[in-house]
């Protein structure tokens, strides 16, 4: 129907330190839409449903084809991305909100900057010094490397630590994404030259233990990453890491 429409209610925040407030709007329908396309419009057009002219919805968004994991958001309730959240397959009216674990910017842009230092305490990368020809890596085992390809797909979207029970303020749990890439980094063969140090930091405050295993993780993960699998695993290497530094001393 040329005249369908589509009712969005929005939580927006000026700033930071400002009060959150509901606004709603209305804009044309057209087939395949996403969420992203329907604040779209809303922005061509800033007007509330009752007709009041507004400062147009700021979001965060980049590749639009769920691979740079910015438009994250909460959609009905629900941590997803924006850009696959197919406007057909929601129940409308469509209640978008900034989630809820991350500083608020403005509007629906959240800083997800505490993911990436999260990825920093954890060492997640690969130690190679590039400087200088150091000759074929170690070989990979194929089962292994589908394994790895799968935590390689983590985009840091932030759906898994909104979902999250034990990551809040009151906690230093560096919630499922990190624990994922600690997982994949300790499988390279390079990257496990780090893995003692990352042991020690899941050993620590805010590491494995204090997963509450409620599971959501992996439930709302866009890539469908097994993240329990990597908790287990690592809660693991956790536990032989530890009975070996006992040993040592």
């Given at each position: 129907?040329?005249?369908?429409?589509?009712?969005?209610?929005?939580?927006?925040?000026?700033g930071?330190?400002?009060?959150?407030?509901?606004?709603e709007?209305?804009?044309?329908?057209?087939p395949g839409m996403n969420?992203?396309s329907a604040?779209?419009?809303?922005?061509?057009?800033?007007?509330t449903?009752?007709g009041?002219?507004?400062?147009?919805v700021?979001?965060?968004?980049?590749?639009?084809?769920?691979v740079?994991?910015?438009?994250?958001?909460?959609?009905?309730g629900r941590?997803?991305?924006?850009?696959?959240?197919l406007?057909?397959?929601?129940?409308?009216?469509?209640?978008l909100?900034?989630?809820?674990?991350?500083p608020?910017?403005?509007?629906?842009?959240?800083?997800r900057?505490p993911?990436?230092e999260a990825?920093?305490?954890?060492?997640?990368?690969?130690?190679?010094?590039?400087?200088y020809?150091?000759g074929?890596a170690?070989?990979?085992?194929p089962a292994?490397?589908?394994?790895?390809?799968?935590y390689?797909?983590?985009m840091?979207c932030?759906?898994?630590?909104?979902?999250?029970?034990?990551?809040?303020?009151s906690?230093?749990?560096?919630?499922?994404?990190?624990i994922?890439?600690?997982?994949?980094?300790?499988?390279?063969?390079t990257?496990?030259?780090l893995?003692?140090?990352?042991?020690?930091?899941?050993?620590?405050?805010?590491?494995?233990?204090?997963?509450g295993?409620?599971?959501?993780c992996?439930?709302?993960?866009?890539?469908?990453?097994p993240?329990?699998?990597?908790?287990?695993a690592?809660?693991?290497?956790?536990?032989?890491?530890a009975?070996?530094?006992l040993?040592?001393q």
């Amino acid at each position: 129907m040329a005249d369908k429409k589509v009712h969005l209610i929005v939580k927006r925040q000026e700033g930071p330190d400002s009060a959150p407030y509901w606004e709603e709007f209305e804009v044309p329908h057209t087939p395949g839409m996403n969420v992203i396309s329907a604040l779209m419009e809303t922005r061509l057009n800033p007007v509330t449903r009752d007709g009041k002219r507004v400062r147009p919805v700021t979001w965060d968004s980049g590749c639009l084809e769920e691979v740079c994991g910015a438009c994250s958001m909460l959609i009905n309730g629900r941590p997803r991305q924006s850009c696959s959240a197919l406007v057909d397959n929601l129940e409308q009216p469509i209640r978008l909100e900034p989630f809820s674990k991350f500083p608020v910017l403005r509007d629906l842009m959240v800083d997800r900057s505490p993911m990436f230092e999260a990825l920093k305490r954890i060492k997640a990368w690969v130690p190679v010094d590039g400087t200088y020809a150091m000759g074929p890596a170690e070989k990979i085992d194929p089962a292994q490397q589908q394994e790895m390809y799968k935590y390689s797909e983590c985009m840091t979207c932030g759906c898994c630590l909104e979902a999250c029970p034990q990551y809040n303020d009151s906690s230093a749990f560096v919630g499922a994404s990190a624990i994922g890439q600690a997982y994949l980094f300790n499988m390279n063969p390079t990257g496990k030259t780090l893995k003692d140090d990352r042991l020690d930091e899941m050993m620590g405050p805010g590491g494995v233990v204090d997963c509450g295993n409620a599971q959501n993780c992996v439930r709302v993960c866009p890539k469908g990453i097994p993240l329990t699998d990597a908790i287990a695993a690592i809660g693991g290497q956790v536990t032989l890491h530890a009975v070996k530094r006992l040993l040592r001393q």
